[in-house]
């Protein structure tokens, strides 16, 4: 079965710094582009980033450029995203998503409150 | 970015009758190869998405033969020829043709 489990959520000052991760399995991971959705609460989708298989094709979404960062390790089957300089509106249920939105990460809520 | 707009926003529907979902296109979404890269989405009260149909018109594994996807030009549509109580959520289209993907606004399904 393919499972992806997701870690690293959790209450951050304004100006902090998180990183989540997305363990994989049940799927060949390099062989396709991972991504990073949110949804804040009561609100819809949102698509923050995503990485191609070999990881040099790169995506942010406008709000988040020069603050996160999207990357991979193929050997461990991991996707990161690491969030600096985090703001109230960076508040949201983070999912990892694979291959069209086909599999989907049980979802971690990143809150960013002082 | 490609704009999804979904109508209506507010779906309320009686058990075992018909529902369909609207989900317009600012642009064509056929890619270079042919395929066109826009899915459906279902998602219950507290739990992480899961995809319904892809490319259009196949659903995945495990998915009811009574939801069923089509398209019109730029405009695509999520039918629920017979909607059962586990239906109840939001429903989201999504295009992946052009980079970045993005999502309509969802559609929430009740029962009336």
């Known amino acids: 079965d393919v499972q992806l489990v997701q870690s690293g959520g959790t209450l951050v000052q304004p100006g902090g710094s998180l990183r989540l991760s997305c363990a994989v399995s049940g799927f060949t991971f390099s062989k396709y582009w991972m991504g990073w959705v949110r949804q804040a609460p009561g609100r819809g989708l949102e698509w923050v980033a995503h990485i191609n298989q070999d990881g040099s094709d790169i995506y942010y979404m406008d709000a988040v450029k020069g603050r996160f960062t999207i990357s991979r390790n193929n050997a461990r089957n991991l996707l990161y995203l690491q969030m600096n300089s985090l703001r109230a509106e960076d508040t949201a249920v983070y999912y990892c998503i694979g291959d069209g939105g086909a599999w989907w990460g049980q979802g971690t809520l990143v809150t960013v409150s002082s | 970015d490609v704009v999804l707009t979904q109508s209506p926003l507010s779906l309320p529907v009686t058990l075992g009758q018909p529902a369909s979902i609207s989900c317009r296109s600012s642009?064509?979404?056929?890619?270079?190869?042919?395929?066109?890269?826009l899915n459906w989405f279902q998602q219950r009260p507290g739990q992480s998405p899961r995809r319904l149909i892809y490319n259009v018109f196949n659903r995945d594994s495990g998915v009811p033969d009574r939801f069923s996807g089509s398209v019109s030009g730029t405009d695509f549509t999520l039918k629920i020829s017979r909607v059962e109580a586990e239906d109840v959520g939001v429903y989201y289209c999504?295009?992946?043709?052009?980079?970045?993907?993005?999502f309509g606004q969802g559609t929430k399904v009740e029962i009336k």
């Open positions: 642009q064509s979404l056929v890619y270079s190869d042919g395929n066109t890269y």
């Open positions: 999504m295009q992946h043709t052009y980079w970045p993907g993005t």
